[in-house]
Structure formats: C-alpha cells, structure tokens
C-alpha cells in the first residue's frame, strides 16, 4: 500500500528566505507526482506536475523535483513571499490506479513579512 | 476555460438524512475523481469516473455512491449521514488518467 510522507509538518519562515519542502512515498511504481497547495477552507490548487520520467520541473519561483528509485521528490521555493504561505501537498499517482492520487498529510507554511 | 465546479459550497444535514453533491469538470475533462478531506484522515480517495463508468474506487462503505452523466458531470451521494460524514468534499478532473487533475473548491458539509 503506497504511503506518502512530508517533512516537515509545518514551517516558519521569514520573508524573502529560500526554502525546501520534502514529500517521500514508498511505493515507486508511481505514473506522476503533483504539488498543489491548499488554502485554509479552500480547495486544491495545482502547482506542479512531475511525469516518472522527469527529474524537476519549474514554474516561476518553485522547483519540484523527482527522484523516483529512492521514492523522493522535493519542492523549492525562491525568495519567499507573505502570500506564500498555505499549505503544501504533494501526491502520487500509481501506474496501476487510474487517475487515484495519494496524498502527503501536507505541510503548512508560514512566511513573515 | 472554466474551472472545476462544485455545488452547494456548503450543506448542513442531520444524522440519518442523506446528500448529493454535483460537480462539473473542466471542460473536455472525461475522469472526474472524489475525496473526502478531514483533518484527522487527510485526502483519502472515494471514487473515480470515466466516460460514466467507475474506474476505482477508495475504501469507504456502500452508503458512498457516485455517478457520472454522459456529458462528464457527475454525483456522489451519502446516505444514512453519520457525525464522521462531517468534511469538506473535493471533486478533480483531468482529461486522461496520466493528466494533470485539477480540484474544485469543495463542498463543506457539516452533519449534525
């Protein structure tokens, strides 16, 4: 059974600051990873999509990448910004369930102006 | 192009009162998927359509049921309502099962 891990569970930071969210699953026969973020009593908002055969992708200020053999996948987030803050989920796709995604338990951020 | 759809936004039921809820994907979209979103279980899957036949389906019991219409629309029912039912749903298309899925902004239903 594919389980999807995030550290940390919540982080704090200041303005401007670059940061590192990890996501790791244990499973590696995944289809694709995605990275959304949530805001508080909304829905999910995509941020990024890693095919398997990817290494990273890049929009704007974020970075995700894939490591696939070791069942890991990291998003970078340049130069921190208030509106940053929400939290953050990653999710798996596997190759043998359709469009099912499995979800991290997130991690909430919080950037200080 | 539209984004994903979600109605009502927000229910308020009592126990042993049943539910729909509807959502309509983007435009184009054929897979439509479901989750339950609590904050002690997280995401945890429902049910997946494509092309109005359920392709997968998450662990939940029998009172959780969905359809999808041929124009990609589709509904998830709760019968029997219970206190745990209380959550926000989230409904995700994509046009294929290897696309990006995309979320509406939920149903929040609240089961008194």
């Known amino acids: 059974k594919q389980e999807v891990t995030q550290i940390p569970a919540a982080l704090s930071v200041p303005e401007g600051e670059n940061l590192v969210l990890n996501c790791s699953f244990t499973?590696?026969?995944?289809?694709?990873l995605q990275w959304f973020r949530q805001d508080p009593g909304k829905g999910l908002t995509s941020l990024l999509l890693i095919q398997s055969s990817q290494r990273e992708q890049t929009s704007g200020r974020l970075n995700a990448s894939l490591d696939k053999s070791s069942g890991r996948s990291t998003l970078y987030i340049a130069a921190s910004q208030p509106g940053d803050s929400a939290t953050y989920l990653c999710?798996?796709?596997?190759?043998?369930?359709?469009?099912?995604?499995?979800f991290g338990e997130g991690t909430q951020l919080t950037v200080n102006p | 192009k539209a984004g994903v759809t979600q109605t009502p936004r927000y229910l308020i039921k009592t126990r042993g009162q049943q539910v729909t809820l509807s959502c309509s994907p983007i435009s184009g979209h054929r897979s439509v998927s479901w989750y339950q979103q609590t904050p002690g279980q997280g995401l945890q899957f429902l049910f997946e359509?494509?092309?109005?036949?359920?392709?997968n389906k998450g662990n939940f019991p029998g009172r959780f049921s969905g359809r999808q219409f041929s124009n990609s629309r589709s509904e998830m029912n709760v019968s029997t309502l219970e206190l745990g039912d209380s959550a926000l749903y989230l409904c995700a298309s994509s046009s294929d099962y290897a696309s990006e899925q995309f979320f509406g902004p939920g149903t929040r239903l609240t089961v008194l």
């Open positions: 999710a798996v796709r596997e190759e043998t369930s359709g469009s099912r995604l499995t």
């Open positions: 499973d590696s026969a995944i289809y694709n």
């Open positions: 359509y494509f092309s109005e036949t359920q392709r």
